[in-house]
């Protein structure tokens, strides 16, 4: 399978804290996790919470998509629309000046036609050209049929080029530029060494090791490739706490959950609160 993660590595770190098992001493609730084993010794109450586990990710950073701008089309067809633009006006302007000179050959009568006249000419035929694919539309003056013909098929032209553009454009420009650290565990499944990294991150860096959920959550920025694995219902408070904090929102769950998980509460072995807790 392709590796998902653009070239980037991650670092996951795994919240597990480990609490010494003294269920016989301690009368009140413990946070355990539920086994056969631990049924002789222990009281296991009803489940009050079903989640998944997810990964807790930086929100990538945004900024202008100027690509966008160009990506709706490849090059050969903004190569291809650069040299009908000048075509278009390389055959309007020579077709004024053919059916001018046309006309004057045959009435016999010579216009005060100098080189003003043909730089206005020209201008009002650039405008006209890129009025349309701006859709701002232009100025037709000359009556005559061919120039008009020509003109015509370059309105419909740009009118279907700028259709597809901007219904095409919409998709990139919602397109974000960075794309999630990853969307699923089998992105880090993809990434191969994932475990053999961790182990040494773990044996090497002092900080991989988190205590608590806020301890773990710290590291998780934009700049940096760690994420964190939790149950989705933690990580949501995470995600509002830390808004709440900064007024921005700067972390996010990945797009995929993964592993059914429970909740339960673990009390000594025939413990006076087990059936008011199980009756709720």
Same mark, same amino acid.
């Given at each position: ?8 590595? /991650? ?12 269920? /016989? ?11 056969? #084993? ?25 900024? @202008? ?8 089309? #490849? ?9 009908? /633009? ?11 000046? =053919?059916? #001018? ?6 009435? &016999? ?26 859709? *701002?539309? %232009? ?25 597809? =553009? ?24 993809? =990434?191969? %060494? ?7 991150? /773990?044996?090497?860096?002092?900080? &991989?090791?988190?205590?608590? @959920? ?37 972390? *996010? ?14 009390? *000594? ?5 087990? #059936? ?5």
């Amino acid at each position: 399978m392709p590796n998902t993660l653009h070239g980037k590595h /991650i670092r996951v770190i795994w919240l597990r804290i480990i609490l010494p098992f003294t269920a /016989i001493r301690f009368a009140g609730p413990r946070y355990e996790r539920a086994s056969f #084993q631990y049924n002789s010794v222990v009281d296991f109450t009803l489940p009050w919470i079903y989640d998944h586990f997810a990964f807790l990710i930086p929100v990538p950073d945004e900024s @202008a998509n100027i690509n966008a701008v160009v990506k709706p089309f #490849q090059w050969p067809v903004w190569l291809g629309l650069g040299i009908s /633009i000048v075509c278009v006006i390389a055959i309007l302007n020579l077709t004024q000046r =053919y059916l #001018q000179y046309r006309s004057t050959f045959e009435t &016999s009568f010579r216009p005060s036609y100098n080189l003003t006249t043909a730089k206005e000419e020209t201008r009002e035929q650039y405008l006209y050209v890129f009025g349309n694919l701006l859709s *701002q539309g %232009g100025s037709c003056k000359s009556k005559r049929l061919p120039y008009r013909l020509v003109a015509g098929v370059w309105t419909l032209a740009a009118f279907v080029f700028v259709q597809a =553009y901007t219904s095409t454009l919409f998709t990139y420009v919602v397109t974000p530029i960075n794309h999630p650290l990853i969307d699923s565990v089998y992105d880090t499944n993809n =990434y191969m %060494g994932l475990f053999r990294n961790l182990r040494k991150k /773990i044996d090497s860096f002092p900080n &991989s090791r988190c205590a608590t @959920a806020s301890d773990c959550i710290r590291p998780i920025k934009p700049e940096s490739k760690i994420v964190l694995l939790e149950a989705n219902i933690y990580l949501k408070d995470a995600i509002r706490k830390n808004l709440k904090k900064t007024g921005k929102c700067n972390l *996010q769950i990945a797009k995929e959950e993964f592993i059914a998980i429970m909740s339960t509460l673990v009390l *000594q072995k025939n413990s006076p609160y087990t #059936q008011s807790i199980q009756q709720g």
